[in-house]
């Protein structure tokens, strides 16, 4: 299976047929090294919550690929109106598709979804356990510490996807908790440095994290489990 660093919160994953994306903001990205348009044959979109840079190019992608898109209820019947294929579930739910299993774990966040300047309800904001051929990776989404991650422990993740920016989610030092609570053979540092109110140091939060093997990767940076 092949990760993808995107930037920011987005992550591709390949394993055969499957080709899913989590939170593909690229467009409007100051650090992305490609451009939405340079993704072809994304079979599924993954939305954590309602934020601008979350559910990004999503309707472009869907739209292109006819690629399903996983989020909950509430983005589901906002995504609606774009005539796409989405699914909806929620917070607790494990759903079994065709290239696995799925678990909608919950995030401290907001989800509102900003349109022509309104704001719509996205529902809770949201993380994602993926299971895949007998590999598990977790991301969380946009979120704050909670105590919660620990129950993830029992859920033997391979890689962790951490929000380590600050202001808007979990800064360095409480993810370093976080790692410590969910216990992941690797964790991966995102959702920082793309905007100067997300400055984080990835070699600092390597350097402090003694419960998982830390990956820090390069946008457009793969690793392979
Ligand atoms: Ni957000
Ligand atoms: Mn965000």
Do not use: W
């Amino acid at each position: 299976m092949k990760l993808t660093y995107l930037g920011h919160s987005a992550v591709m994953i390949e394993e055969g047929q499957f080709k899913g994306i989590i939170d593909p903001f690229i467009t409007g990205n100051p650090l992305a090294q490609i451009s939405a348009d340079d993704l072809s044959g994304i079979t599924h979109i993954f939305v954590t919550h309602g934020h601008g840079d979350h559910i990004g190019d999503t309707v472009d992608i869907a739209k292109k690929t006819g690629a399903l898109i996983i989020a909950n209820h509430e983005i589901s019947a906002y995504l609606d109106k774009f005539k796409l294929r989405t699914p909806a579930m929620h917070i607790g739910g494990r759903t079994k598709f065709d290239f696995g299993r799925v678990k909608m774990t919950n995030a401290l966040h907001g989800s509102g979804i900003s349109e022509n300047g309104n704001m719509i309800y996205g529902g809770n904001p949201c993380g994602f356990v993926i299971e895949i051929n007998g590999k598990k990776i977790y991301h969380a989404g946009d979120t704050g510490l909670t105590l919660d991650m620990k129950l993830l422990e029992n859920e033997n993740i391979d890689v962790a996807f951490l929000p380590i920016g600050g202001n808007f989610t979990m800064d360095l030092d409480d993810a370093v908790t976080a790692a410590d609570f969910i216990k992941a053979k690797n964790v991966v540092p995102i959702h920082y440095n793309t905007f100067d109110l997300i400055k984080a140091d990835p070699d600092e939060y390597k350097n402090k994290v003694k419960t998982s093997e830390t990956v820090i990767l390069n946008i457009n940076e793969s690793i392979n489990i």
